[in-house]
């Protein structure tokens, strides 16, 4: 039988010290509210903040929210929100209209998809959507429409294949896919000209397109990460010796035709490795 979750900390103690936070927030006019770890659970408990429409930085992680109130959409001046580590198991698409917005990170939390239209975001840099519940089936079709991304944090969910409109996101920076289920990267993620660090850690990959070989992961500020794949035995010597190595193999021919005749016959030549298990992730819980 489910029950509610019980609070660590007394109702009215708790909401005395948001009420506080938000006074002297008001009070003092501050841009920036932060309201960690204070066991709320619906932004009701935070009375009057929906209508401090001048800030502009919001933190409410590690705390115990399980849905956003549309509204929140109206504080037109937020540039950061921070809702880590809470209970969220889906998104009002009035967060995408936020015209100011650059920073979203619901990172840790039980989303299994995304409202339709959430890719709309005027001015979005950095979307951080890691520890959730989501593939390839629960994007939303305008999903890859973000150009002014720079940051698109997708680890620890449960992607098999990433959408070839990846290619679309022509201002992306980082990207990082560890910790999912990859079976194969789409050969246009080649056309992130702008990549500068790429992690595709722990998930099922036995080949690279040769395409990835074309991103600049080897100057002084770049990251590639991938280890734990199970690589096909020609990767895996040559990332034994370094990345730089693993990138000059799959630019050469053999390489090229390797992965052509692998893609032509539709993994058929390749075991498909198994699923880790994901059963005890706290992005599953029920309570």
Same mark, same amino acid.
């Given at each position: 039988?489910?029950?509610? $979750?019980?609070?660590?900390?007394?109702?009215?103690?708790?909401?005395?010290?948001?009420?506080?936070?938000?006074?002297?927030?008001?009070?003092?006019?501050?841009?920036?509210?932060?309201?960690?770890?204070?066991?709320?659970?619906?932004?009701?408990?935070?009375?009057?903040?929906?209508?401090?429409?001048?800030?502009?930085?919001?933190?409410?992680?590690?705390?115990?929210?399980?849905?956003?109130?549309?509204?929140?959409?109206?504080?037109? *001046?937020?540039?950061?929100?921070?809702?880590?580590?809470?209970?969220?198991?889906?998104?009002?698409?009035?967060?995408?209209?936020? $015209?100011?917005?650059?920073?979203?990170?619901?990172?840790?939390?039980?989303?299994?998809?995304?409202?339709?239209?959430?890719?709309?975001?005027?001015?979005?840099?950095?979307?951080?959507?890691? /520890?959730?519940?989501?593939?390839?089936?629960?994007?939303?079709?305008?999903?890859?429409?973000?150009?002014?991304?720079?940051?698109? /944090?997708?680890?620890? *969910?449960?992607?098999?294949?990433?959408?070839?409109?990846?290619?679309?996101?022509? *201002?992306?920076?980082?990207?990082?896919?560890? #910790?999912? #289920?990859?079976?194969?990267?789409?050969?246009?993620?080649?056309?992130?000209?702008?990549?500068?660090?790429?992690?595709?850690?722990?998930?099922?990959?036995?080949?690279?397109?040769?395409?990835?070989?074309?991103?600049?992961?080897?100057?002084?500020?770049?990251?590639?990460?991938?280890?734990?794949? $199970?690589?096909?035995?020609?990767?895996?010597?040559?990332?034994?010796?370094?990345?730089?190595?693993?990138?000059?193999?799959?630019?050469?021919?053999? /390489?090229?035709?390797? /992965?052509?005749?692998?893609?032509?016959?539709?993994?058929?030549?390749?075991?498909?490795?198994?699923?880790?298990?994901?059963?005890?992730?706290?992005?599953?819980?029920?309570?």
């Amino acid at each position: 039988m489910n029950t509610a $979750p019980v609070s660590c900390i007394p109702v009215s103690n708790k909401m005395s010290k948001v009420k506080k936070i938000l006074a002297e927030a008001r009070e003092a006019q501050n841009r920036e509210i932060d309201l960690v770890d204070l066991n709320i659970a619906t932004i009701e408990e935070c009375p009057s903040l929906l209508s401090l429409t001048y800030i502009t930085r919001l933190t409410l992680s590690h705390n115990k929210i399980r849905e956003l109130p549309p509204g929140l959409a109206n504080l037109t *001046n937020l540039e950061i929100i921070n809702l880590s580590n809470n209970h969220l198991k889906e998104l009002p698409v009035s967060l995408s209209s936020m $015209p100011k917005l650059r920073i979203l990170n619901v990172s840790i939390n039980r989303l299994d998809s995304l409202p339709r239209g959430f890719g709309a975001f005027p001015v979005i840099e950095v979307l951080d959507l890691s /520890y959730n519940n989501l593939n390839e089936n629960t994007l939303p079709g305008n999903f890859f429409m973000m150009e002014t991304l720079r940051a698109l /944090y997708l680890g620890d *969910n449960d992607f098999e294949y990433l959408p070839k409109e990846i290619g679309n996101l022509k *201002n992306l920076q980082i990207l990082g896919l560890r #910790d999912n #289920d990859l079976l194969e990267l789409p050969r246009e993620i080649g056309e992130l000209t702008r990549l500068r660090e790429l992690h595709i850690q722990n998930n099922r990959l036995t080949l690279l397109p040769p395409e990835v070989a074309k991103l600049d992961l080897l100057g002084n500020k770049s990251v590639m990460k991938m280890e734990e794949n $199970p690589w096909v035995p020609h990767i895996n010597e040559q990332y034994l010796l370094g990345i730089s190595h693993v990138l000059d193999y799959i630019k050469s021919e053999a /390489y090229r035709i390797l /992965y052509n005749r692998h893609m032509a016959a539709g993994r058929s030549g390749l075991t498909v490795p198994p699923k880790g298990d994901k059963s005890k992730k706290a992005s599953r819980a029920r309570s």
